[in-house]
């Protein structure tokens, strides 16, 4: 079974910083991409970032550019989210996700990255 | 980026009967090399996180009922719950994953009548 937990969220003064976790289990980590998405008080879905299976390749909303890692260490099966200069408008709960399994057809395979399993989620709040 | 527009916002249906969710991408999120449609549907219900119903537009996930179905293809699709059952009472939303930024639609919220 697949499992994901998140960790390391909570009360932060804005400008400052946290680094959220994910564990992951019941599947084979590093062969899937993974993502964290986030969702505000009261509000809908909002993808974060991305990070390719390996760690190669990663994509960053706007929204979050230049003050937001994310990172994984396969070796640990964990995820990460290091999240610098902290505004009020963070202020969400942070699910972290796994991509669904690759499509192939025709000898061609193609990434599939809706969000296959999700993680309970994690609070952050940057008050001050 | 790809703007995802879903309609109603909400609706109340009556137990039993059908209900159904409209979602609009600005441009297509069809791919023509593999004619997929990039198109997922979640489901969430209160304090949970969101849960993948259905993907590729009309791929229904392992274990959902299948009174859940998805339907369209490029900039259109729908979600219908042909049998509303109060267990569905739920906030449904589209995502695109045909190209980054990821987009979601502002989300859907099923009651019952």
């Known amino acids: 079974e697949v499992q994901l937990v998140e960790s390391g969220g909570g009360l932060v003064q804005p400008g400052g910083s946290l680094r959220l976790s994910c564990a992951a289990s019941?599947?084979?980590?590093?062969?899937?991409?993974m993502f964290w998405v986030r969702q505000a008080p009261g509000k809908g879905l909002e993808w974060v970032s991305t990070i390719s299976n390996r760690g190669g390749n990663t994509y960053y909303a706007d929204s979050v550019k230049g003050r937001f890692t994310i990172s994984r260490d396969n070796s640990k099966n964990t995820l990460y989210l290091q999240m610098n200069s902290l505004r009020a408008e963070d202020t969400a709960v942070y699910y972290c996700?796994?991509?669904?399994?690759?499509?192939?057809?025709?000898?061609?395979?193609?990434?599939?990255?809706?969000?296959?399993?999700w993680g309970q989620g994690t609070p952050v709040t940057v008050s001050s | 980026d790809i703007v995802m527009t879903q309609s109603p916002d909400s609706l109340a249906v009556s137990l039993g009967e059908r209900a159904t969710i409209n979602c609009k991408s600005s441009?297509?999120?069809?791919?023509?090399?593999?004619?997929?449609?990039?198109l997922a549907w979640y489901q969430q219900k209160p304090g949970q996180p969101p849960k993948l119903l259905i993907y590729?537009?009309?791929t229904r996930e392992s274990g959902v009922p299948d009174r859940f179905s998805g339907s369209g293809s490029a900039t259109d699709f729908t979600l219908t719950i042909t049998s509303l059952q109060a267990q569905d009472v739920a906030v449904y939303y589209c995502?695109?994953?045909?190209?980054?930024?990821?987009?979601f639609g502002q989300g859907t919220k099923v009651e019952i009548k």
């Open positions: 019941g599947f084979t980590f590093s062969s899937y991409a």
């Open positions: 995502h695109q994953y045909y190209s980054t930024p990821h987009t």
């Open positions: 441009q297509s999120v069809l791919y023509t090399s593999n004619n997929k449609n990039y």
């Open positions: 996700a796994k991509e669904g399994p690759t499509y192939c057809s025709g000898g061609s395979c193609n990434s599939a990255e809706y969000f296959q399993h």
């Open positions: 590729w537009a009309s």
